[in-house]
């Protein structure tokens, strides 16, 4: 076992956890419980960080969002047109690219607020703060 705790700034985005402590869990919810995937905590639970650094900070995700959806649809669509050797109809792009955004929705809506703070605040890891278990 590993008793050592390694900080990863890829495991934590991956994770949804907190950018200060790399402990606390950002969303209450698993992200497939589609009534409450987007309930998370104002403030972390492990470190006490307000995770709306300042008033309407999360309206920055929906550009994170749109890049996020915008990469998707794009290597989807390609990869539509590579099987179908440029033979695709409107609807063969259409229903699986839309049904794609659809259902990785609540995962784009967390990974978009997850990559906001890691990449757009001025919060940095704390390794003080971490939960060392
Ligand atoms: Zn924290």
């Keep these: 076992m590993c008793d050592k705790y ?3 700034k890829f495991l934590s985005i991956a994770k949804c956890k907190c950018p200060q ?6 969303f209450n919810y698993p992200a497939w419980n ?15 960080l307000k995770y709306e650094i300042e008033p309407g900070f999360f309206w920055g995700a929906m550009y994170v969002s749109y ?10 669509g390609g990869f539509i047109l590579w ?18 955004m659809l259902l990785s929705s ?10 906001m703070l890691q990449f757009f605040s ?3 890891f704390n390794p003080d703060l971490a939960k060392k278990d």
Aim: charged fraction near 20%; charge should be positive.
């Design 21 to 26: 402590c790399q402990s606390g869990k950002m």
């Design 83 to 100: 099987i179908s050797n440029g033979n695709a109809d409107f609807w063969d792009y259409i229903i699986p690219i839309v049904g794609s």
């Design 34 to 48: 589609l009534k409450k995937f987007m309930d998370m905590d104002a403030n972390c639970k492990v470190c006490g």
């Design 6 to 8: 390694e900080p990863s």
């Design 122 to 124: 001025p919060i940095r």
């Design 67 to 76: 890049a996020i959806t915008t990469g998707m649809m794009l290597v989807l």
């Design 106 to 115: 609540p995962l784009t809506y967390r990974y978009a607020r997850v990559l």
